[in-house]
């Protein structure tokens, strides 16, 4: 029997039984009926999301339309597709979507502040996929629910069925496909939930600055006298782990919005990494995977359901969904103040980069456009080399506009309310990846603790030569050596050759942006060779 009623013949479909906004009770029933899902030890659901077990950006495409063809920065993260290519991959999910016995609907807002606030309808085949956005967008009341009307953008997530890759513009059997004009979102050929997530993202990293309000790729937290941070980075820097902190309340863990009165979370829950989860190192997030909950690609004992967090047999991209208000401490509603401090995270592999650093406001331009991070490309010859990746606004795959665009919302934002920012390291030093030692969390969370109690801003600093930024002498407890990264490598020549490596890194990322950067922006970044 259906739940909630509603009708879709508007879109097509004509599925009789069409489970909308059902509990997490019942549809852990269907997930587990239905798709081969189990429930974990600890209680949340634990499911796979089959061959693709993360995004596909590849295969993301725009349909170009007369209407927003001007604002959108094609190239390789916004590809084009043309209206009737949308048109056939739109029909085909409709077709699929129809063979199914039952579909599940999901209705819930996108953006915490009712003036930004956009309504969403997620329409799939999976219980999972409706599990799964009942916890990553704003919940509904029941009132709330039986007046939403028409929402503002329609998801039709087809994912267990293929693309044609003999339609024009297609280049696999997945796509991806956004159509600004109609409000909707068609996923082919990928069941991996958090297309979904970031397909809502990237609405509103279109339709946001359109209205003069900032949407990042950031977590956000507020102490208890109600200053709030930013945390900006990509995979693996720390983002979600260094903002879900027992001392301050969590604003959110990965979505935000900066308008003239404060920021917002746009999402209603927290999409976190558990590949290698630790109750000891991150006990907020450990305790959140419970009922309600959603596991994706995990690995659990057969007998006792119990998760092995350290087995990446199946990916290292192992993942938890949960609703927001399972962190104890997380504020609800999900607004704060402007921002007294914005961090920018960094996993540095190459080991140069000090554990924290002052950024000037050109600095901060400079480095919120080119948005580095580096990764272990892994073993050749047995030799391990990292690898620079630079992500434009620290979330080029999500951007829709031209990065500049957001990068002068948030100088607009910094100057006007004085907002500090700091740049993090959360990767190596001592030496690069397979030399040099990790940042330990401990080290990094007092740094984070010394920048929201005012003691860093106050620190005396030095130059670093190569990357021109202050670097603060002291931290708390942190050796001095940790915090000057040159001191703490036993080859001095190795690190300068290092660091000039990683400067020349940066120099040609920053060339296709020059052009649309300030002179006092360009000279920002490191010194020349």
Known sequence: ???????LQEYGIHVSDVIRNATPARLYEYAIIDEHAAISASGALATRSGDKTGRSPKDKRIVDEPESTDDIWWGDVNIRLTDRSFAINRQRAIDYLNTRSRIFVFDGFAGWDP?????IRVIAESAYHALFMHNMLIRPTAEQLQTFGEPDITIFNAGSFPANPYTAQMTSTTSVDLSFKHG???????????????GVFTVMNYLMPKKDVLSMHCSANESAEGSVSLFFGLSGTGKTTLSTDPHRRLIGDDEHCWTSTGVFNIEGGCYAKVIHLSEESEPEIYQAIRYGSVLENVVFDETTHVVNYDDASITENTRVAYPIDYIENAKIPCVGGHPENIIF???DAFGVLPPVAKLTPEQAMYHFISGYTAKVAGTEMNVNEPTATFSACFGAAFLVWHPAKYAELLADRI????SNVWLVNTGWGGGPYG?????????????IDAIHDGTLANAPTRTDPVF?????????????EVLWPADAWADADAYQSSARRLADLFH???KKFESGASEAIRGAGPAAT
């Not at 003036?115 to 309504?119: P, T, V």
């Not at 100057?415 to 004085?418: D, K, L, P």
């Open 1 to 7: 029997m259906s739940v909630n009623p509603i009708d």
């Open 115 to 119: 003036d930004h606030q956009l309504k």
């Open 184 to 198: 909707e979102f068609v996923i082919l050929g990928t069941q991996y939930a958090g297309e979904m997530k970031k």
């Open 345 to 347: 995270l960094t996993c």
């Open 415 to 418: 100057r006007q309310h004085g």
């Open 435 to 447: 030399v040099g030692k990790r940042m330990s969390i401990k080290h990094t969370r007092g740094i």
């Open 468 to 480: 021109r930024f202050e670097v603060p002498e002291t931290c708390g407890e942190l050796p001095s």
């Open 508 to 510: 040609d990322n920053f």
